[in-house]
């Protein structure tokens, strides 16, 4: 079945090459087909396009159809060519007349724009899930890690003290920064594209404000050639945020298989947390966090990939959008994959407290010395010239002590406000609103 059927038959090498996997991708969007579906009912009753009695079959239908995909019993029938054929193929057989009513003033682009967008939103969800919980455990490891001093590095050489304090919140606080540019995709994610048809909109009474407050969408794509503009910019925006928390994560795999190594000795993975060697009996790698490094460079790909696929074409829609999903849906599952492991591996890392009294970090001390004299009152090129002479002929004797007391620095973390940073950003997310607003669309006939 297609929605576009016209009595003729399209060959089979064609339909292959043009459905791709338009089938298996599609089963993502089949809870929100039926959402936007009961939605889009709803609102053409209201306007008196379908009968009470025909919204109430139709209801009933969809409820039913979505009790399948809740419990796995839902798929796409052969010959079936999407989602959207195949609940309006179930609706028809269902209901007869009354199922084939529900695409009545409705496109399968703008039905596919309102599944993504409601995919999306959900996939977002789970991603702020996930990022917090990643949060969470990088600020507990610089609380629990916080007098555990470590060596810091510039240019890859021995620079200043830092700690395992440091090192933890650093990462936590990027999350919250990377969870501001995903808060800024969500406010484009949440428009909702219903009742803009092919994109040129419908001469049909429709209320789009209606199935906007329905579905739970903060607002609409007010103009209907905009809303078929934001196919590729929708997913455009979120592969931005998705590549933000990817250079995080990268970063911060770098440095485990950095700090994990034997040369560092920062911080140890546990045995069976690691992999071995075919032929080296000794080896312990860190596997995991070299395939996150590699899976996160991927998803910093991820932008230009959608922009080269969608950023040429005219307005309009156009069959390259289909490839999308192919893209954007495998790197959501990699990305939520990558931030479940990382909290994992982390909460059993185990840190080196002595990592920085190896002799080879005596000069990193260089700084609080020069500073110590500065205190005392001499000149600061005159303190740090001075120092220098002494490391060069051999004289100098650091002292081990670190007294950073300025917010943000060893001795005064400010854990409190980074947590409060990322909260704020956090509490802005308005989860609750489309998810109330999809219990009132499946709870029993409301029509």
Not at 70 to 97: A, M, N, R, W, Y
Request: glycine fraction near 8%; aromatic fraction near 8%.
């Amino acid at each position: 079945m297609k929605l576009w059927d016209k009595g003729f038959t399209v060959e089979n090498k064609i339909e292959s090459y043009t459905v791709g996997k338009d089938r298996e991708l599609d089963i993502y969007l089949a809870p929100y087909d039926v959402l936007g579906s009961l939605a889009h009912a709803t609102m053409l009753e209201s306007v008196g396009l379908i009968t009470k009695e025909e919204l109430h079959q139709l209801k009933q239908g969809l409820q039913s159809i979505y009790q399948q995909i809740q419990e796995g019993k839902f798929s796409i029938q052969e010959g079936v060519e999407d989602v959207h054929s195949q609940v309006e193929l179930q609706l028809t057989q269902q209901l007869g007349d009354a199922g084939k009513r529900v695409h009545t003033a409705r496109s399968r682009n703008d039905q596919v724009l309102v599944d993504l967008k409601m995919y999306l939103r959900a996939e977002v969800k789970e991603l702020v899930g996930l990022v917090e919980e990643l949060f969470d455990t990088l600020l507990q490891g610089a609380e629990q890690h916080k007098e555990v001093l470590i060596p810091g590095y510039t240019h890859l050489q021995a620079a200043m003290p830092s700690s395992f304090g440091l090192w933890f919140s650093a990462y936590a606080e990027l999350l919250a920064d990377d969870l501001r540019l995903l808060h800024a995709a969500y406010g484009i994610i949440n428009q909702n594209p219903l009742g803009s048809g092919a994109g040129y909109g419908s001469s049909l009474p429709i209320n789009r404000t209606l199935t906007t407050k329905l579905l739970g969408f903060d607002s609409m794509h007010v103009n209907v050639v905009n809303a078929q503009l934001s196919r590729g910019k929708t997913e455009l925006s979120l592969a931005f945020a998705m590549a933000g928390i990817s250079h995080t994560l990268s970063k911060l795999a770098m440095d485990v298989c950095l700090y994990n190594s034997q040369n560092f000795g920062f911080l140890a993975l546990p045995d069976e947390l690691t992999t071995g060697s075919s032929i080296m009996p000794h080896k312990k790698n860190p596997d995991v966090f070299e395939l996150m490094r590699g899976k996160s460079n991927r998803q910093m790909a991820l932008p230009n990939e959608i922009m080269m696929l969608s950023g040429s074409m005219p307005s309009g829609y156009h069959r390259d959008f289909q490839l999308l999903k192919e893209i954007l849906f495998p790197a959501l599952e990699e990305l939520k994959s990558s931030l479940s492991i990382c909290s994992y591996m982390l909460q059993r890392a185990k840190v080196n407290p002595d990592a920085i009294k190896d002799e080879k970090y005596k000069y990193i001390y260089s700084v609080e010395e020069v500073n110590k004299r500065v205190m005392a009152g001499v000149p600061f090129r005159q303190a740090y010239k001075e120092v220098g002479t002494a490391i060069s002929e051999g004289t100098y004797q650091p002292e081990l002590q670190v007294q950073h007391t300025h917010e943000g620095s060893i001795g005064n973390l400010q854990l409190d406000l980074i947590r409060q940073k990322f909260r704020n950003v956090q509490q802005q997310f308005s989860f609750q609103q489309w998810e109330e607003a999809f219990e009132r669309l499946l709870s029993a006939d409301n029509g």
